[in-house]
Protein backbone atom coordinates (compact mmCIF):
# COMPACT_ATOMS: atom_id res chain seq x y z
CA UNK A 1 0.00 0.00 0.00
CA UNK A 2 1.45 3.01 -0.87
CA UNK A 3 0.88 6.06 2.29
CA UNK A 4 -1.42 8.69 0.00
CA UNK A 5 -0.56 11.94 0.86
CA UNK A 6 -3.26 14.53 2.79
CA UNK A 7 -5.58 16.03 0.16
CA UNK A 8 -6.41 19.32 2.80
CA UNK A 9 -3.89 21.56 2.54
CA UNK A 10 -1.56 20.99 5.62
CA UNK A 11 -2.86 24.32 7.45
CA UNK A 12 -6.40 22.97 7.04
CA UNK A 13 -5.33 19.89 9.38
CA UNK A 14 -3.48 21.67 11.93
CA UNK A 15 -4.69 21.36 15.60
CA UNK A 16 -7.73 19.03 14.23
CA UNK A 17 -6.75 16.32 16.15
CA UNK A 18 -7.63 16.18 19.77
CA UNK A 19 -4.33 15.11 21.04
CA UNK A 20 -3.06 18.22 19.08
CA UNK A 21 -5.67 20.64 20.73
CA UNK A 22 -4.26 19.58 24.42
CA UNK A 23 -0.86 19.82 23.32
CA UNK A 24 -1.71 23.60 22.32
CA UNK A 25 -3.30 23.97 25.50
CA UNK A 26 -0.59 22.72 27.80
CA UNK A 27 1.84 24.77 25.95
CA UNK A 28 0.37 27.92 26.53
CA UNK A 29 0.13 27.14 29.86
CA UNK A 30 3.67 26.26 30.05
CA UNK A 31 4.85 29.43 28.23
CA UNK A 32 2.69 31.52 30.75
CA UNK A 33 4.44 30.41 33.46
CA UNK A 34 7.65 30.24 31.99
CA UNK A 35 7.33 34.04 31.13
CA UNK A 36 6.23 35.01 35.08
CA UNK A 37 9.40 32.51 36.14
CA UNK A 38 11.59 34.30 33.90
CA UNK A 39 10.49 37.74 35.02
CA UNK A 40 10.81 36.80 38.51
CA UNK A 41 14.46 35.37 38.13
CA UNK A 42 15.49 38.94 36.68
CA UNK A 43 13.35 41.28 38.98
CA UNK A 44 15.70 41.08 42.17
CA UNK A 45 14.01 43.68 44.13
CA UNK A 46 10.67 41.82 43.36
CA UNK A 47 12.33 38.78 45.17
CA UNK A 48 14.14 41.37 47.97
CA UNK A 49 10.94 43.08 48.91
CA UNK A 50 8.83 39.92 49.14
CA UNK A 51 10.88 38.48 51.42
CA UNK A 52 11.76 41.66 53.52
CA UNK A 53 7.88 42.42 54.02
CA UNK A 54 7.34 39.06 56.30
CA UNK A 55 10.30 39.70 57.77
CA UNK A 56 9.15 43.27 58.61
CA UNK A 57 5.82 41.98 60.11
CA UNK A 58 7.37 38.70 62.06
CA UNK A 59 10.34 40.76 63.85
CA UNK A 60 8.79 44.56 64.35
CA UNK A 61 4.85 43.83 64.89
CA UNK A 62 4.92 40.40 66.02
CA UNK A 63 8.28 41.24 68.61
CA UNK A 64 5.98 44.45 69.82
CA UNK A 65 3.04 43.12 70.01
CA UNK A 66 4.06 39.73 71.81
CA UNK A 67 4.60 42.16 75.18
CA UNK A 68 0.58 42.81 74.76
CA UNK A 69 -0.35 38.93 74.75
CA UNK A 70 -1.04 37.27 77.92
CA UNK A 71 1.91 34.33 78.06
CA UNK A 72 -0.83 31.70 78.89
CA UNK A 73 -2.60 32.37 75.90
CA UNK A 74 -1.03 29.26 74.45
CA UNK A 75 2.30 29.99 72.31
CA UNK A 76 3.77 33.10 72.20
CA UNK A 77 2.80 35.84 69.54
CA UNK A 78 5.70 35.36 66.86
CA UNK A 79 4.58 32.09 66.85
CA UNK A 80 0.88 32.86 66.66
CA UNK A 81 1.54 34.97 63.45
CA UNK A 82 3.79 33.00 61.69
CA UNK A 83 0.75 31.24 59.39
CA UNK A 84 -0.40 35.01 59.14
CA UNK A 85 2.86 35.91 57.69
CA UNK A 86 3.28 32.82 55.52
CA UNK A 87 -0.22 33.65 54.21
CA UNK A 88 0.59 37.59 53.67
CA UNK A 89 3.28 36.44 51.46
CA UNK A 90 1.97 34.11 49.24
CA UNK A 91 -1.32 36.66 49.69
CA UNK A 92 1.01 39.49 47.93
CA UNK A 93 3.00 37.96 45.62
CA UNK A 94 -0.13 36.15 44.08
CA UNK A 95 -2.04 39.37 43.91
CA UNK A 96 1.00 40.91 42.24
CA UNK A 97 1.47 38.31 39.94
CA UNK A 98 -2.40 38.52 38.95
CA UNK A 99 -2.98 42.17 38.74
CA UNK A 100 0.33 42.16 36.53
CA UNK A 101 -2.06 41.45 33.81
CA UNK A 102 -3.43 45.26 34.13
CA UNK A 103 -0.14 46.13 33.47
CA UNK A 104 -0.48 43.87 30.25
CA UNK A 105 -3.98 45.52 29.58
CA UNK A 106 -2.08 48.55 29.74
CA UNK A 107 1.07 47.95 27.98
CA UNK A 108 -0.99 45.95 25.44
CA UNK A 109 0.60 42.61 25.90
CA UNK A 110 -2.67 41.21 27.10
CA UNK A 111 -4.07 41.57 23.51
CA UNK A 112 -1.05 39.47 22.26
CA UNK A 113 -2.44 36.37 24.49
CA UNK A 114 -5.81 36.90 23.84
CA UNK A 115 -5.48 36.78 20.18
CA UNK A 116 -3.72 33.83 20.44
CA UNK A 117 -5.80 30.30 19.39
CA UNK A 118 -6.15 28.78 23.20
CA UNK A 119 -9.40 28.89 25.35
CA UNK A 120 -9.71 31.49 27.59
CA UNK A 121 -9.37 28.53 30.06
CA UNK A 122 -6.35 27.89 29.90
CA UNK A 123 -4.95 31.60 29.65
CA UNK A 124 -6.59 31.44 33.25
CA UNK A 125 -5.39 28.68 34.29
CA UNK A 126 -1.90 29.76 32.95
CA UNK A 127 -1.55 33.16 34.80
CA UNK A 128 -2.62 31.24 38.05
CA UNK A 129 -0.47 28.73 38.15
CA UNK A 130 2.17 31.62 37.29
CA UNK A 131 1.41 33.00 40.47
CA UNK A 132 1.31 29.91 42.11
CA UNK A 133 4.81 29.44 41.32
CA UNK A 134 6.49 32.33 42.50
CA UNK A 135 4.27 32.66 45.53
CA UNK A 136 5.35 29.60 47.17
CA UNK A 137 9.22 29.79 46.36
CA UNK A 138 8.53 32.90 48.44
CA UNK A 139 6.30 31.33 51.30
CA UNK A 140 8.74 28.12 50.95
CA UNK A 141 12.13 31.30 51.60
CA UNK A 142 9.74 32.42 54.61
CA UNK A 143 8.84 28.99 56.32
CA UNK A 144 12.67 28.50 56.57
CA UNK A 145 12.56 30.77 59.47
CA UNK A 146 10.66 28.75 61.87
CA UNK A 147 13.30 27.07 63.92
CA UNK A 148 14.09 31.07 64.65
CA UNK A 149 10.51 31.48 66.36
CA UNK A 150 11.18 28.42 68.50
CA UNK A 151 8.51 26.44 66.36
CA UNK A 152 9.17 22.42 65.52
CA UNK A 153 8.09 20.83 62.72
CA UNK A 154 8.73 17.56 61.06
CA UNK A 155 9.28 16.87 57.46
CA UNK A 156 5.69 15.66 57.09
CA UNK A 157 4.48 19.23 58.39
CA UNK A 158 6.44 21.14 56.18
CA UNK A 159 5.51 18.95 53.11
CA UNK A 160 2.15 20.09 54.19
CA UNK A 161 3.20 23.28 54.62
CA UNK A 162 4.10 23.22 51.23
CA UNK A 163 1.09 21.25 49.65
CA UNK A 164 -1.80 23.93 51.34
CA UNK A 165 0.86 26.85 50.04
CA UNK A 166 0.12 25.66 46.56
CA UNK A 167 -3.30 24.94 47.01
CA UNK A 168 -4.02 28.82 48.90
CA UNK A 169 -1.36 30.40 46.06
CA UNK A 170 -3.44 29.14 43.42
CA UNK A 171 -6.89 30.44 45.02
CA UNK A 172 -5.14 34.06 45.88
CA UNK A 173 -3.87 34.05 42.37
CA UNK A 174 -7.16 33.34 40.08
CA UNK A 175 -8.83 35.93 42.74
CA UNK A 176 -6.39 38.35 41.82
CA UNK A 177 -6.89 37.51 37.84
CA UNK A 178 -10.78 37.78 38.54
CA UNK A 179 -10.44 41.53 40.26
CA UNK A 180 -7.85 42.44 37.33
CA UNK A 181 -10.87 41.53 35.01
CA UNK A 182 -12.52 44.42 36.23
CA UNK A 183 -9.70 47.06 36.14
CA UNK A 184 -8.56 48.60 32.90
CA UNK A 185 -5.44 50.71 34.12
CA UNK A 186 -2.94 50.75 36.62
CA UNK A 187 -4.41 53.32 38.71
CA UNK A 188 -6.78 51.28 39.78
CA UNK A 189 -4.17 49.12 42.09
CA UNK A 190 -3.99 51.14 44.82
CA UNK A 191 -7.56 50.66 45.16
CA UNK A 192 -7.29 47.27 44.80
CA UNK A 193 -4.49 47.51 47.31
CA UNK A 194 -6.20 49.62 50.09
CA UNK A 195 -9.83 48.43 49.83
CA UNK A 196 -9.14 44.72 48.86
CA UNK A 197 -5.92 43.51 49.61
CA UNK A 198 -5.26 45.16 52.83
CA UNK A 199 -8.74 44.19 54.68
CA UNK A 200 -8.45 41.07 53.56
CA UNK A 201 -5.20 40.42 54.89
CA UNK A 202 -6.31 41.80 58.61
CA UNK A 203 -9.51 39.94 58.01
CA UNK A 204 -8.10 36.53 57.63
CA UNK A 205 -7.02 35.33 61.16
CA UNK A 206 -3.73 36.03 60.15
CA UNK A 207 -3.17 39.00 63.24
CA UNK A 208 -5.75 37.80 65.41
CA UNK A 209 -8.11 34.81 66.15
CA UNK A 210 -11.36 34.54 64.07
CA UNK A 211 -13.09 33.48 67.42
CA UNK A 212 -12.01 36.42 68.89
CA UNK A 213 -13.56 38.85 66.63
CA UNK A 214 -16.74 40.50 66.87
CA UNK A 215 -19.63 39.26 64.98
CA UNK A 216 -19.65 41.23 62.12
CA UNK A 217 -16.24 41.04 61.29
CA UNK A 218 -15.94 37.37 62.17
CA UNK A 219 -18.33 37.40 59.40
CA UNK A 220 -16.35 38.87 56.94
CA UNK A 221 -13.43 36.40 58.01
CA UNK A 222 -15.43 33.93 56.79
CA UNK A 223 -16.25 35.01 53.65
CA UNK A 224 -12.31 35.77 52.84
CA UNK A 225 -10.61 32.98 51.21
CA UNK A 226 -7.39 33.88 52.76
CA UNK A 227 -8.37 33.13 56.14
CA UNK A 228 -9.11 29.26 55.71
CA UNK A 229 -5.79 28.73 53.80
CA UNK A 230 -4.14 31.03 56.84
CA UNK A 231 -6.06 28.30 59.15
CA UNK A 232 -4.82 25.31 57.51
CA UNK A 233 -1.29 26.27 57.84
CA UNK A 234 -2.64 26.85 61.95
CA UNK A 235 -3.89 23.85 61.86
CA UNK A 236 -0.88 21.88 60.50
CA UNK A 237 2.16 24.39 62.32
CA UNK A 238 0.27 24.49 65.95
CA UNK A 239 1.55 22.08 68.32
CA UNK A 240 -1.93 23.22 70.20
CA UNK A 241 -5.27 22.40 69.18
CA UNK A 242 -7.37 23.77 71.49
CA UNK A 243 -6.94 27.45 73.55
CA UNK A 244 -8.24 30.90 72.09
CA UNK A 245 -5.10 30.88 69.52
CA UNK A 246 -6.18 27.68 67.99
CA UNK A 247 -7.40 27.30 64.52
CA UNK A 248 -10.49 27.67 64.00
CA UNK A 249 -11.84 25.38 61.55
CA UNK A 250 -11.04 21.57 60.48
CA UNK A 251 -8.11 21.31 57.85
CA UNK A 252 -10.89 19.40 55.75
CA UNK A 253 -13.02 22.34 55.80
CA UNK A 254 -10.48 24.28 55.34
CA UNK A 255 -8.68 22.91 52.11
CA UNK A 256 -12.32 22.11 50.78
CA UNK A 257 -13.11 25.70 50.45
CA UNK A 258 -10.03 27.07 49.05
CA UNK A 259 -10.25 24.19 46.35
CA UNK A 260 -14.02 25.16 45.70
CA UNK A 261 -13.42 28.62 45.09
CA UNK A 262 -9.87 28.17 43.35
CA UNK A 263 -12.56 26.45 40.70
CA UNK A 264 -15.32 29.00 40.85
CA UNK A 265 -12.60 32.05 40.34
CA UNK A 266 -10.96 30.16 37.35
CA UNK A 267 -14.80 29.10 35.36
CA UNK A 268 -16.07 33.04 36.30
CA UNK A 269 -12.67 34.47 34.86
CA UNK A 270 -12.40 32.88 31.97
CA UNK A 271 -16.35 33.19 31.33
CA UNK A 272 -15.38 37.50 31.61
CA UNK A 273 -12.45 36.71 29.23
CA UNK A 274 -14.65 35.88 26.40
CA UNK A 275 -15.02 37.88 23.71
CA UNK A 276 -15.79 41.08 24.35
CA UNK A 277 -19.47 43.03 22.70
CA UNK B 1 -12.23 31.13 -3.55
CA UNK B 2 -11.27 34.31 -1.91
CA UNK B 3 -9.28 34.25 1.65
CA UNK B 4 -11.03 36.66 3.46
CA UNK B 5 -15.30 36.70 2.74
CA UNK B 6 -17.18 39.74 4.49
CA UNK B 7 -20.75 39.87 3.97
CA UNK B 8 -22.91 42.82 5.08
CA UNK B 9 -21.04 43.23 8.38
CA UNK B 10 -22.26 45.39 11.12
CA UNK B 11 -21.21 45.96 14.01
CA UNK B 12 -23.19 49.03 16.72
CA UNK B 13 -22.36 49.89 20.30
CA UNK B 14 -25.97 50.78 21.19
CA UNK B 15 -26.74 54.20 18.61
CA UNK B 16 -23.24 54.44 17.71
CA UNK B 17 -22.62 51.98 14.29
CA UNK B 18 -19.35 51.75 13.99
CA UNK B 19 -19.54 49.31 10.73
CA UNK B 20 -22.71 49.37 8.69
CA UNK B 21 -22.96 46.67 6.73
CA UNK B 22 -19.91 46.14 4.82
CA UNK B 23 -18.89 43.53 2.05
CA UNK B 24 -15.60 42.34 0.32
CA UNK B 25 -13.57 39.85 -0.52
CA UNK B 26 -9.87 39.54 -0.48
CA UNK B 27 -7.86 37.09 -2.77
CA UNK B 28 -5.00 35.16 -1.36
CA UNK B 29 -1.34 36.17 -1.79
CA UNK B 30 -2.60 39.52 -2.18
CA UNK B 31 -2.23 43.42 -0.32
CA UNK B 32 -5.60 44.47 0.75
CA UNK B 33 -5.39 47.94 1.63
CA UNK B 34 -8.54 48.99 4.28
CA UNK B 35 -8.14 52.95 3.89
CA UNK B 36 -9.90 55.83 5.73
CA UNK B 37 -9.95 58.41 8.20
CA UNK B 38 -9.64 57.56 11.99
CA UNK B 39 -12.82 56.56 13.75
CA UNK B 40 -13.90 55.41 10.21
CA UNK B 41 -14.49 51.66 11.37
CA UNK B 42 -10.72 50.00 10.49
CA UNK B 43 -9.79 48.66 13.41
CA UNK B 44 -13.56 47.37 14.75
CA UNK B 45 -13.47 45.98 11.26
CA UNK B 46 -10.36 44.28 11.99
CA UNK B 47 -11.41 42.99 15.45
CA UNK B 48 -14.15 41.19 14.49
CA UNK B 49 -11.85 39.37 11.69
CA UNK B 50 -9.42 38.61 14.09
CA UNK B 51 -12.37 37.07 16.66
CA UNK B 52 -11.52 39.67 19.27
CA UNK B 53 -15.25 40.92 19.45
CA UNK B 54 -18.41 39.82 18.34
CA UNK B 55 -20.20 41.34 15.41
CA UNK B 56 -24.00 42.69 15.74
CA UNK B 57 -25.11 40.77 12.11
CA UNK B 58 -23.68 39.88 9.27
CA UNK B 59 -21.09 36.83 8.27
CA UNK B 60 -16.73 36.90 7.88
CA UNK B 61 -14.79 33.98 7.05
CA UNK B 62 -11.10 33.58 7.16
CA UNK B 63 -9.10 30.45 5.41
CA UNK B 64 -12.72 29.15 5.03
CA UNK B 65 -13.17 29.19 8.75
CA UNK B 66 -16.20 31.79 10.07
CA UNK B 67 -14.97 34.14 12.18
CA UNK B 68 -17.80 34.33 14.25
CA UNK B 69 -18.27 30.82 15.02
CA UNK B 70 -14.82 28.63 14.79
CA UNK B 71 -12.42 31.30 16.38
CA UNK B 72 -10.13 28.98 17.34
CA UNK B 73 -9.48 28.20 13.80
CA UNK B 74 -9.54 31.32 12.69
CA UNK B 75 -7.06 32.70 15.29
CA UNK B 76 -4.64 29.68 13.88
CA UNK B 77 -5.02 30.94 10.38
CA UNK B 78 -3.51 34.56 11.34
CA UNK B 79 -1.34 36.82 12.26
CA UNK B 80 -1.36 40.28 13.76
CA UNK B 81 -0.39 43.52 13.97
CA UNK B 82 -1.67 45.34 16.50
CA UNK B 83 -2.06 49.22 16.25
CA UNK B 84 -0.09 49.68 19.82
CA UNK B 85 2.95 47.96 20.77
CA UNK B 86 2.17 44.30 22.04
CA UNK B 87 5.18 43.49 22.73
CA UNK B 88 6.47 42.21 26.66
CA UNK B 89 8.88 44.94 26.96
CA UNK B 90 11.04 43.24 30.01
CA UNK B 91 11.52 40.23 27.92
CA UNK B 92 14.35 39.95 24.91
CA UNK B 93 13.14 40.03 20.95
CA UNK B 94 13.99 36.34 21.48
CA UNK B 95 12.24 35.73 24.20
CA UNK B 96 9.04 37.58 23.27
CA UNK B 97 9.12 35.43 19.76
CA UNK B 98 9.40 32.01 21.82
CA UNK B 99 6.74 33.37 23.84
CA UNK B 100 4.70 33.91 20.56
CA UNK B 101 5.09 29.98 18.89
CA UNK B 102 4.45 28.72 21.97
CA UNK B 103 1.16 30.09 22.28
CA UNK B 104 0.26 29.29 18.68
CA UNK B 105 1.22 25.54 19.46
CA UNK B 106 4.33 25.98 17.07
CA UNK B 107 6.23 22.24 17.54
CA UNK B 108 9.16 22.21 19.73
CA UNK B 109 12.03 21.18 17.15
CA UNK B 110 10.65 24.00 14.73
CA UNK B 111 10.54 26.68 17.06
CA UNK B 112 14.25 27.80 17.11
CA UNK B 113 14.51 27.45 13.35
CA UNK B 114 11.34 29.92 12.75
CA UNK B 115 12.67 32.43 15.40
CA UNK B 116 15.48 32.57 13.66
CA UNK B 117 14.45 33.16 10.11
CA UNK B 118 12.07 35.39 11.57
CA UNK B 119 14.58 37.55 13.11
CA UNK B 120 16.72 37.51 10.30
CA UNK B 121 13.82 38.77 7.66
CA UNK B 122 13.74 41.87 9.63
CA UNK B 123 17.09 42.39 9.88
CA UNK B 124 16.97 42.49 13.83
CA UNK B 125 18.73 38.92 14.28
CA UNK B 126 21.94 40.94 15.72
CA UNK B 127 19.68 42.78 18.50
CA UNK B 128 17.75 39.54 19.40
CA UNK B 129 19.35 39.12 22.85
CA UNK B 130 18.25 42.79 23.80
CA UNK B 131 15.44 43.33 25.84
CA UNK B 132 12.62 45.48 23.88
CA UNK B 133 12.22 48.17 25.82
CA UNK B 134 15.80 49.28 24.49
CA UNK B 135 14.17 49.08 21.08
CA UNK B 136 13.77 52.12 18.53
CA UNK B 137 9.44 52.36 17.39
CA UNK B 138 10.92 51.20 13.76
CA UNK B 139 12.78 47.84 15.34
CA UNK B 140 9.46 47.68 18.00
CA UNK B 141 7.08 47.50 14.79
CA UNK B 142 9.93 44.98 12.41
CA UNK B 143 9.64 42.24 15.45
CA UNK B 144 5.94 42.64 15.58
CA UNK B 145 5.18 41.81 12.19
CA UNK B 146 7.91 38.70 12.87
CA UNK B 147 6.14 37.44 15.32
CA UNK B 148 3.09 37.48 13.27
CA UNK B 149 5.01 35.50 10.78
CA UNK B 150 6.29 32.69 13.46
CA UNK B 151 3.10 30.42 12.90
CA UNK B 152 2.64 31.03 9.28
CA UNK B 153 -0.46 32.90 9.13
CA UNK B 154 -2.52 32.49 5.84
CA UNK B 155 -3.47 35.73 6.50
CA UNK B 156 -1.39 39.12 8.96
CA UNK B 157 -3.45 41.83 10.04
CA UNK B 158 -1.35 44.96 10.10
CA UNK B 159 -3.17 48.23 11.63
CA UNK B 160 -1.69 51.19 10.63
CA UNK B 161 1.71 49.35 10.58
CA UNK B 162 4.12 52.76 9.86
CA UNK B 163 2.08 55.11 12.47
CA UNK B 164 4.14 57.06 14.47
CA UNK B 165 7.59 56.17 12.65
CA UNK B 166 10.10 58.20 11.00
CA UNK B 167 10.62 57.90 7.13
CA UNK B 168 13.14 55.84 7.04
CA UNK B 169 12.05 53.13 9.64
CA UNK B 170 9.04 53.22 7.36
CA UNK B 171 10.24 53.05 3.99
CA UNK B 172 12.53 50.17 5.99
CA UNK B 173 9.42 48.26 7.09
CA UNK B 174 7.29 48.91 3.70
CA UNK B 175 10.40 46.78 2.14
CA UNK B 176 9.46 44.11 4.42
CA UNK B 177 6.17 43.94 3.98
CA UNK B 178 5.38 44.14 0.19
CA UNK B 179 8.33 40.73 -0.02
CA UNK B 180 5.72 39.23 2.37
CA UNK B 181 3.14 37.55 -0.10
CA UNK B 182 5.74 35.74 -2.24
CA UNK B 183 8.13 35.20 0.54
CA UNK B 184 6.21 33.73 3.05
CA UNK B 185 3.22 33.06 1.14
CA UNK B 186 0.42 34.86 3.02
CA UNK B 187 -1.85 37.52 2.23
CA UNK B 188 -1.57 40.92 3.81
CA UNK B 189 -4.92 43.28 5.21
CA UNK B 190 -3.68 46.14 5.73
CA UNK B 191 -5.24 49.32 7.36
CA UNK B 192 -3.66 53.00 6.49
CA UNK B 193 -4.42 56.64 6.99
CA UNK B 194 -1.65 57.23 5.07
CA UNK B 195 -3.11 57.74 1.59
CA UNK B 196 0.39 57.43 -0.19
CA UNK B 197 1.04 54.06 1.28
CA UNK B 198 -1.96 52.54 -0.33
CA UNK B 199 0.15 52.29 -3.57
CA UNK B 200 1.76 49.47 -2.88
CA UNK B 201 -1.66 47.46 -2.45
CA UNK B 202 -2.89 45.04 -5.36
CA UNK B 203 -6.50 45.66 -4.28
CA UNK B 204 -8.11 48.81 -2.10
CA UNK B 205 -10.98 49.52 0.25
CA UNK B 206 -12.31 52.95 1.66
CA UNK B 207 -14.12 53.06 4.45
CA UNK B 208 -15.61 56.56 5.91
CA UNK B 209 -18.71 56.46 8.99
CA UNK B 210 -18.53 52.15 8.86
CA UNK B 211 -19.76 51.92 5.06
CA UNK B 212 -17.21 51.13 2.23
CA UNK B 213 -17.72 54.03 -0.21
CA UNK B 214 -14.96 52.71 -2.99
CA UNK B 215 -12.84 49.62 -4.04
CA UNK B 216 -11.00 48.43 -6.68
CA UNK B 217 -6.94 48.72 -7.42
CA UNK B 218 -5.04 52.13 -7.02
CA UNK B 219 -5.25 52.44 -10.45
CA UNK B 220 -8.57 52.02 -11.07
CA UNK B 221 -9.74 54.15 -8.05
CA UNK B 222 -7.54 57.08 -9.13
CA UNK B 223 -9.12 56.51 -12.86
CA UNK B 224 -11.87 57.73 -11.12
CA UNK B 225 -11.05 61.42 -10.43
CA UNK B 226 -10.84 62.14 -14.32
CA UNK B 227 -6.78 61.59 -15.06
CA UNK B 228 -3.87 63.51 -14.43
CA UNK B 229 -3.40 67.01 -14.56
CA UNK B 230 -0.22 68.81 -16.41
CA UNK B 231 0.86 72.28 -15.41
CA UNK B 232 3.09 74.63 -17.97
CA UNK B 233 4.49 78.13 -17.68
CA UNK B 234 4.75 79.27 -21.04
CA UNK B 235 5.65 82.83 -22.56
CA UNK B 236 2.27 83.20 -24.10
CA UNK B 237 -0.68 81.90 -21.97
CA UNK B 238 -3.44 83.11 -24.12
CA UNK B 239 -1.76 81.74 -27.35
CA UNK B 240 -0.97 78.77 -26.06
CA UNK B 241 -4.60 77.72 -24.46
CA UNK B 242 -5.76 78.13 -27.99
CA UNK B 243 -3.26 75.99 -29.40
CA UNK B 244 -4.17 73.47 -26.83
CA UNK B 245 -7.61 73.76 -27.64
CA UNK B 246 -6.46 72.66 -31.21
CA UNK B 247 -4.29 70.23 -30.54
CA UNK B 248 -6.22 68.50 -27.86
CA UNK B 249 -10.13 69.75 -27.80
CA UNK B 250 -9.27 69.98 -23.75
CA UNK B 251 -9.67 74.05 -22.18
CA UNK B 252 -6.76 74.68 -20.16
CA UNK B 253 -7.20 76.56 -17.31
CA UNK B 254 -4.81 79.46 -16.17
CA UNK B 255 -4.15 80.04 -12.66
CA UNK B 256 -1.25 81.98 -10.69
CA UNK B 257 0.61 82.36 -14.17
CA UNK B 258 0.56 78.77 -15.23
CA UNK B 259 -1.77 76.55 -17.07
CA UNK B 260 -3.36 73.47 -16.43
CA UNK B 261 -5.43 70.76 -18.83
CA UNK B 262 -6.73 67.44 -17.03
CA UNK B 263 -5.86 64.39 -19.19
CA UNK B 264 -6.08 61.02 -19.25
CA UNK B 265 -2.81 59.92 -20.30
CA UNK B 266 -0.71 63.09 -19.39
CA UNK B 267 2.78 61.10 -20.16
CA UNK B 268 2.03 60.95 -23.66
CA UNK B 269 0.36 63.85 -24.30
CA UNK B 270 3.85 66.00 -22.67
CA UNK B 271 5.85 65.16 -25.86
CA UNK B 272 2.88 66.22 -27.94
CA UNK B 273 2.26 69.24 -26.42
CA UNK B 274 6.22 70.24 -26.61
CA UNK B 275 6.31 69.92 -30.19
CA UNK B 276 3.15 71.71 -30.60
CA UNK B 277 3.98 74.52 -28.84
CA UNK B 278 7.53 74.66 -29.37
CA UNK B 279 10.25 77.17 -27.18
CA UNK B 280 6.75 78.66 -25.92
CA UNK B 281 7.01 76.02 -22.75
CA UNK B 282 9.34 77.35 -20.14
CA UNK B 283 8.23 74.21 -17.42
CA UNK B 284 5.94 71.27 -17.61
CA UNK B 285 4.97 69.42 -14.74
CA UNK B 286 2.50 66.21 -14.88
CA UNK B 287 0.85 65.37 -11.67
CA UNK B 288 -1.00 62.17 -11.38
CA UNK B 289 -3.86 61.61 -9.03
CA UNK B 290 -3.47 60.03 -5.46
CA UNK B 291 -5.68 57.88 -3.08
CA UNK B 292 -5.97 61.11 -1.05
CA UNK B 293 -7.91 62.90 -4.19
CA UNK B 294 -10.32 60.03 -4.70
CA UNK B 295 -10.84 60.44 -0.78
CA UNK B 296 -11.52 64.08 -1.23
CA UNK B 297 -13.67 63.47 -4.30
CA UNK B 298 -15.92 60.90 -2.50
CA UNK B 299 -16.25 62.25 0.86
CA UNK B 300 -15.72 66.04 0.33
CA UNK B 301 -13.39 66.42 2.56
CA UNK B 302 -9.46 64.96 3.12
CA UNK B 303 -8.51 62.07 4.42
CA UNK B 304 -5.86 63.52 6.95
CA UNK B 305 -8.31 65.76 8.86
CA UNK B 306 -8.80 63.81 11.24
CA UNK B 307 -11.23 65.16 14.00
CA UNK B 308 -8.78 64.38 16.95
CA UNK B 309 -11.65 65.00 19.50
CA UNK B 310 -14.24 63.16 17.32
CA UNK B 311 -12.27 60.08 17.53
CA UNK B 312 -11.79 60.13 21.48
CA UNK B 313 -15.73 60.47 21.66
CA UNK B 314 -16.13 57.45 19.69
CA UNK B 315 -13.47 55.55 21.83
CA UNK B 316 -15.25 56.91 24.87
CA UNK B 317 -18.39 55.87 23.86
CA UNK B 318 -17.17 52.31 23.11
CA UNK B 319 -15.59 52.10 26.76
CA UNK B 320 -18.88 53.38 28.31
CA UNK B 321 -20.87 50.63 26.11
CA UNK B 322 -18.64 47.83 27.46
CA UNK B 323 -19.21 48.89 30.66
CA UNK B 324 -22.83 48.80 30.93
CA UNK B 325 -22.77 45.77 29.04
Known sequence: MFHLPPLTPPYKRRGNKCHELIFMEFNAIYVLVAREFKKFIRERSRLVSAIARPLLWLFLVGAGMSRLVSPDAGMPYTQFIFPGILGMTILFSSVFSSISIIWDKEFGFFREILAAPVSRMSIVIGKGLSGTVVSTIQAAIVLMLFPVLGLRLGPLQIVEVLIISIALSFCISTFGILLATFYESYESFSVIMNFIIMPMFFLSGAMYPVKLLPKPLAVAAQLNPLTYGIDALKNVIFPVEEGPMSADFGLVTDMAVILILSFAFVVISARLFERKK | ?325
Request: proline residues 3%; glycine residues 10%; contains cysteine.
Open chain 2, 1 to 325: MPIIRVENLVKSYGSLTAVDGISFEVEEGTIFGFLGPNGAGKTTTINVLCTLISATSGKAFINGYDCLKEPSRVRKSIGIVFQDTTLDKDLTAYENLVFHAYLYGVKKSEIKGRVHDALNFVQLYERKDDLVKKYSGGMKRRLEVARGLIHQPRVLFLDEPTLGLDPQSRANLWGVITEMPKKHNVTIFMTTHYMEEAEVCDKIAIIDNGKIIAEGSPEELKKTVGGDVISLRTRDNEWSAGEIRKMFGIDSVEKDGELYLTTGRGDSCIPELIRGLGDNVLSVKLQRPTINDVFLKLTGKAIRDEDVSGMSNIKEEVRAYRRRH
